[in-house]
C-alpha cells in the first residue's frame, strides 16, 4: 500500500473513538481507499 502511514494514522484514530475499524482496502483510483468498521445502534 503505497500510503501505509496516512492509513495506519486514520485506522489508530478509529480505534481510539472506540470505531473497530476491521479492513482498509485500496480503491481503483490514485488516493482512493475504502475503510470498515463495526457497526452500531
Keep these: 500500500m ?3 502511514d ?3 494514522g486514520i485506522c489508530d ?3 481510539e473513538l472506540g470505531w ?3 479492513q ?3 480503491e481503483d483510483a490514485n488516493g ?3 475503510m470498515n ?3 452500531d445502534d
Design 24 to 26: 482498509n482496502d485500496h
Design 2 to 4: 503505497r500510503r501505509y
Design 37 to 39: 468498521w463495526d457497526y
Design 13 to 15: 484514530a478509529m480505534i
Design 20 to 22: 473497530g475499524p476491521y
Design 6 to 8: 496516512v492509513i495506519t
Design 32 to 34: 482512493q481507499f475504502e
